[in-house]
């Protein structure tokens, strides 16, 4: 069967089996290879996703379920070559170190922001509790999505 | 924050010799352009998705392969039993057979075969390999394989067991005397279990047949060298047939300093065997059951004082649980032997460290490496000394604390660059200790002279109130920067600085990012030598066809010793430029390259001057200079649940230099989480030697909601041995935080944890004094595991010979995403 769904602004059809993870399909079908899979179980949001504005572990989420929907990834975060307000907040605050996690808490992040998220600690501690990170004590990353929300939105 | 300690407050002992190493020249340390401190290099890449980590490699017709482990903890390899149902013309299958070298994965000791041959020693022991084009083809044939096997007896407990990797004994003074001699003696043994490293991208590698009849290994990866080392051996291959390319990493942690090489030595042999690529990536399920994790460590204390708090004796005995296989055992437990006895100056001293072997996964590897298990026993002991002698653990630590002339149990002689003082007085004072201590003090001698008037259940707020308890805790810490002993002088490290013909400058070296930033220090330090910006100075690729072996990228060694040595090459190149073209170099190193065909340094380790240690007697400098660290943990505990949140921990560390500020608090930062992490919820369970909780849904690292609020504050008392004073940071914020939580959790609730991690389970035995959960790092061993076994057993169904968890009742299992 034939899905059709929008990819960072671009409309794709993959001929593909239903219960084929998103993830695989945006990483091996598409090339998105931004999109990370640290667990394949959920429990670390590496892999995670917007799906129509809402933040979803791509790897628990088959790909009939994205039929006629919005993906974002972290390659349509920016144009290319660019960055958005959130990505250029973690490169100067020192939110990105090994950068596995980074795509994923990027989309939480730009979640948080889309949905009018506030420069508030524990509010943006419950947003990006579904991803985990271990290199950073989440602490500049926390300090870069609070200038983020700050600065404005892109 | 960064604080630069200026030179010390403290005048030398009159008998400390003069300093005999040169003071920093003014100049020497971080100046003009690098203060602006450039951003991360391969950050932009990382933050949009670019960066290409090894699962995003892509290399046309490449296989897929997979490690077929064992199910038993010890047991006789009597066959591989392939299902003759099944079209084995569409997979490759590879044994120990088919290994063209030696079968041993090249470390400090040949025993660690790279495939069993006859005697499986662990659970989830690799036995064969199995590669084909398409994952379901793979699937399918990794549930016809059958393991044939008959068990042997397993040995789970460190203190029953017999075979041993190492051991060191560190003596100073008279023990017995000082013992003897003290008003009082305080015990006290401390456990810890397993940590497992939790790197965010799993273990990968791809291996690529060359057509010169070698392979390329591409792969996540902390020491490219290790695995070339590793790789020539297994699969008989000259330096230029062995290629091994370090993608971008993920994380280590020391969990991709040695573990890697097997993995790579695995794809390799499909690949060669095949002539196509293979990829051999780890999902995480398998990296959790198979690769290594940090020691388990009994660490028994006996430290003699004196009722106006004077240290007198130390006597400290560490067992250290190496798993089946050495790997890096000896010098896990040497760093560790080393650090036992905390940063305290003590006149009696006895250390005696020794490692053995159990039947259970090897271990490794892990940031800290040694130190943290028994600093953590340290510590323990002095905040449980305080307590006994009513003294404040601030002032105890004030009069112990290692100074200037001090000598340690190897017999060095601090001669520089020492500030315990200074961490402590840095943490203390910003945490507000002693004025929290006070008020916590309180409100529990308040509440257990209450005990047993449980809040009136009519009044929810104040119900509420007292079911949680707010305690403070400290622990102060040293970490050796650098190998230990002579290991640099033994690893004589080289990093090169090249000027193309056509200008291009760049850095060669064999040292990796893995995410501490590597990549940007580098250009940053040659830069400032240079009177460049940075963006001027490239980095060659981790490549080993490339760049020359840097020594691992471990130890907390990168930014100290190969910084050192990229600053020493282009002063050198800048000094040869200059003293050519008469100008300064950035006005003439154009000019010079064009002329002169370019100009490349090889930059070669030195022996640091004065420092000097005996591997034979274990004495003399073991570090040529160490950092010093202090943390104070905050916390609340749930006196229902048992349950400790860690509200704040303020870590101070001495690093010598902070080349770039916002990296290494990065550094302080992740290190006291994962401090964190050992302390209250990082713990694998074992049964029959198998770990039970090896997977995300049950192996917990802490989430955002759980980190505490963290206040790194940097302290610089620079070593001159290094041309910019910088000692090193990845390890030492790791060696603190799971002392002062404990201490915190004492401070709120009254009562001691002795074995970590201070889950729920172990609290409230403590608080109820009823029996504590099993004891961490050792396996329990179920009933059916002692029913009679048959006289030739095979590995059981082969769901359950391949699935390293065929009947996890403890472990249920997770939700799993929909296969493709």
């Known amino acids: 069967?034939?899905?059709?769904?929008?990819?960072?602004?671009?409309?794709?059809?993959?001929?593909?089996?239903?219960?084929?993870?998103?993830?695989?399909?945006?990483?091996?079908?598409?090339?998105?290879?931004?999109?990370?899979?640290?667990?394949?179980?959920?429990?670390?949001?590496?892999?995670?996703?917007?799906?129509?504005?809402?933040?979803?572990?791509?790897?628990?989420v088959p790909v009939c379920q994205v039929d006629g929907r919005e993906v974002l990834t972290v390659e349509g975060l920016a144009p290319q070559g660019g960055m958005d307000i959130l990505q250029q907040a973690f490169l100067e605050r020192g939110g990105a170190q090994c950068g596995i996690c980074t795509p994923g808490m990027l989309m939480a992040a730009r979640a948080y922001v889309d949905h009018g998220g506030a420069p508030v600690d524990e509010d943006i501690r419950e947003a990006i509790a579904g991803n985990l990170c271990r290199c950073t004590g989440y602490t500049k990353i926390i300090e870069a999505i609070a200038a983020a929300t700050t600065t404005g939105r892109t | 924050?960064?604080?630069?300690?200026?030179?010390?407050?403290?005048?030398?002992?009159?008998?400390?010799?003069?300093?005999?190493?040169?003071?920093?020249?003014?100049?020497?340390?971080?100046?003009?352009?690098?203060?602006?401190?450039?951003?991360?290099?391969?950050?932009?890449?990382?933050?949009?998705?670019?960066?290409?980590?090894?699962?995003?490699?892509?290399?046309?017709?490449?296989?897929?392969?997979q490690t077929i482990r064992s199910s038993e903890p010890h047991a006789r390899l009597l066959g591989i039993e392939l299902d003759p149902a099944f079209d084995w013309s569409k997979v490759v299958v590879v044994t120990a057979r088919d290994i063209p070298g030696d079968n041993y994965v090249s470390l400090l000791t040949d025993d660690q075969p790279i495939l069993v041959t006859d005697e499986i020693r662990h659970h989830s022991e690799p036995v064969c390999l199995l590669a084909a084009s398409d994952r379901q083809t793979l699937r399918e044939a990794k549930h016809r394989i059958r393991l044939l096997t008959e068990p042997l007896p397993a040995v789970f407990d460190p203190l029953e067991a017999t075979q041993e990797f190492a051991h060191f004994a560190l003596a100073k003074g008279d023990i017995e005397a000082g013992l003897?001699?003290?008003?009082?003696?305080?015990?006290?043994?401390?456990?810890?279990?397993?940590?497992?490293?939790?790197?965010?991208?799993?273990?990968?590698?791809?291996?690529?047949?060359?057509?010169?009849?070698?392979?390329?290994?591409?792969?996540?990866?902390?020491?490219?060298?290790?695995?070339?080392?590793?790789?020539?051996?297994?699969?008989?291959?000259?330096?230029?047939?062995?290629?091994?390319?370090?993608?971008?990493?993920?994380?280590?942690?020391?969990?991709?300093?040695?573990?890697?090489?097997?993995?790579?030595?695995?794809?390799?042999?499909?690949?060669?065997?095949?002539?196509?690529?293979?990829?051999?990536?780890?999902?995480?399920?398998?990296?959790?059951?198979a690769t290594t994790k940090r020691h388990p460590a009994i660490v028994t204390h006996r430290?003699?004082?004196?009722?106006?708090?004077?240290?007198?004796?130390?006597?400290?005995?560490?067992?250290?649980?190496?798993?089946a296989y050495c790997t890096l055992t000896p010098v896990v437990l040497s760093r560790g032997?080393?650090?036992?006895?905390?940063?305290?100056?003590?006149?009696?001293?006895?250390?005696?460290?020794?490692?053995?072997?159990?039947?259970?996964?090897?271990?490794?590897?892990?940031?800290?490496?040694?130190?943290?298990?028994?600093?953590?026993a340290a510590e323990m002991q002095v905040n449980r000394i305080a307590e006994t002698l009513g003294m404040s653990p601030l002032e105890l630590r004030r009069r112990w604390v290692y100074r200037l002339g001090d000598e340690t149990p190897s017999g060095q002689i601090l001669r520089e660059s020492v500030a315990g003082e200074e961490v402590l007085e840095r943490a203390a004072e910003a945490a507000e200790f002693e004025r929290t201590r006070v008020q916590t003090?309180?409100?529990?001698?308040?509440?257990?002279?209450?005990?047993?008037?449980?809040?009136?259940?009519?009044?929810?707020?104040?119900?509420?109130?007292?079911?949680?308890?707010?305690?403070?805790?400290?622990?102060?810490?040293?970490?050796?920067?650098?190998?230990?002993?002579?290991?640099?002088?033994?690893?004589?490290?080289?990093?090169?600085?090249?000027?193309?013909?056509?200008?291009?400058l760049r850095v060669l070296t064999g040292s990796t990012e893995m995410g501490q930033g590597t990549k940007t220090i580098f250009p940053q330090l040659a830069a400032e030598q240079l009177g460049l910006p940075e963006s001027s100075i490239e980095m060659a690729p981790q490549d080993t066809s490339i760049v020359p072996d840097s020594g691992p990228t471990v130890a907390s060694r990168t930014a100290m010793v190969v910084g050192g040595l990229v600053i020493q090459a282009a002063a050198r190149m800048r000094a040869l430029v200059e003293d050519s073209t008469g100008r300064p170099f950035a006005d003439s190193y154009l000019e010079y390259a064009t002329e002169h065909d370019g100009l490349r340094i090889d930059q070669q380790f030195e022996p640091y001057p004065n420092v000097n240690f005996d591997d034979e007697t274990y004495r003399g400098d073991a570090y040529p200079a160490y950092?010093?660290?202090?943390?104070?943990?905050?916390?609340?505990?749930?006196?229902?649940?048992?349950?400790?949140?860690?509200?704040?921990?303020?870590?101070?560390?001495?690093?010598?230099?902070?080349?770039?500020?916002?990296?290494?608090?990065?550094?302080?930062?992740?290190?006291?989480?994962?401090?964190?992490?050992?302390?209250?919820i990082e713990e694998i369970k074992l049964v029959d030697g198998r770990y039970l909780n090896d997977r995300l849904a049950t192996y917990l690292i802490p989430t955002s909601l759980d980190a505490p609020r963290i206040e790194a504050i940097l302290v610089e008392s620079p070593f001159s041995g290094a041309p910019h004073g910088a000692k090193g940071v990845g390890e030492l914020p790791m060696d603190m935080p799971a002392a002062a939580v404990v201490a915190a959790i004492h401070d709120a609730t009254g009562v001691w944890i002795h074995d970590l991690p201070a889950t729920p389970e172990r609290v409230l035995a403590a608080l109820h004094g009823i029996p504590p959960p099993p004891l961490p790092g050792i396996s329990t061993i179920s009933a059916r595991s002692t029913e009679p076994a048959p006289s030739a057993q095979d590995a059981g169904t082969p769901e359950e010979a391949l699935d390293p968890r065929p009947d996890a009742e403890t472990d249920p299992q997770p939700l799993r995403g929909p296969q493709p």
Not at chain 1, 35 to 57: H, I, R
Not at chain 2, 197 to 205: G, H, S, V
Not at chain 2, 455 to 465: C, G, I, P, T
Not at chain 2, 479 to 496: D, I, P
């Open chain 2, 180 to 289: 003897a001699e003290a008003e009082l003696v305080i015990e006290g043994t401390y456990r810890v279990g397993h940590q497992e490293q939790l790197y965010i991208e799993n273990n990968a590698m791809i291996a690529v047949p060359r057509p010169d009849g070698g392979v390329t290994i591409h792969g996540s990866m902390q020491c490219p060298y290790y695995i070339h080392k590793a790789l020539k051996r297994a699969l008989r291959l000259s330096d230029a047939q062995a290629v091994v390319i370090q993608a971008e990493t993920g994380g280590g942690f020391g969990g991709k300093e040695e573990y890697p090489s097997i993995i790579a030595i695995h794809a390799a042999l499909l690949a060669q065997r095949l002539g196509k690529p293979v990829r051999m990536i780890y999902d995480r399920h398998e990296d959790l059951a």
């Open chain 2, 303 to 323: 430290t003699g004082v004196m009722r106006d708090g004077r240290l007198v004796a130390q006597d400290i005995e560490v067992v250290m649980d190496g798993g």
């Open chain 1, 1 to 60: 069967m034939t899905y059709r769904f929008n990819v960072n602004g671009d409309d794709v059809a993959l001929d593909v089996p239903g219960m084929r993870r998103l993830l695989d399909a945006l990483r091996e079908d598409l090339g998105l290879t931004g999109t990370k899979e640290g667990c394949g179980e959920g429990e670390c949001g590496a892999c995670s996703v917007l799906v129509d504005g809402e933040v979803v572990d791509s790897c628990l």
């Open chain 2, 441 to 504: 003090g309180r409100v529990r001698t308040d509440r257990l002279a209450g005990s047993g008037s449980v809040a009136r259940s009519s009044d929810v707020l104040s119900s509420a109130s007292q079911k949680v308890a707010r305690g403070i805790g400290m622990a102060l810490g040293w970490h050796g920067a650098g190998f230990t002993g002579s290991g640099e002088v033994k690893l004589a490290s080289v990093a090169s600085l090249e000027l193309s013909s056509d200008g291009r």
């Open chain 2, 337 to 376: 032997t080393l650090h036992a006895g905390g940063p305290y100056a003590c006149p009696n001293v006895r250390i005696r460290g020794r490692a053995v072997a159990t039947n259970t996964p090897p271990n490794g590897a892990f940031r800290g490496f040694g130190a943290p298990q028994t600093e953590f």
């Open chain 2, 1 to 65: 924050m960064t604080v630069t300690t200026r030179p010390p407050r403290v005048a030398p002992r009159p008998e400390a010799p003069v300093a005999p190493v040169r003071a920093p020249d003014v100049g020497d340390l971080g100046v003009g352009l690098a203060r602006s401190f450039p951003l991360r290099r391969e950050g932009p890449a990382k933050l949009n998705g670019t960066a290409m980590y090894t699962d995003d490699l892509v290399f046309p017709g490449a296989w897929y392969g």
């Open chain 2, 627 to 680: 950092g010093w660290a202090c943390a104070v943990a905050e916390v609340e505990v749930d006196l229902d649940t048992g349950e400790t949140q860690v509200r704040s921990v303020v870590s101070a560390d001495d690093i010598g230099k902070a080349i770039h500020p916002v990296l290494a608090e990065g550094q302080v930062e992740g290190g006291t989480l994962q401090g964190v992490g050992y302390a209250t």
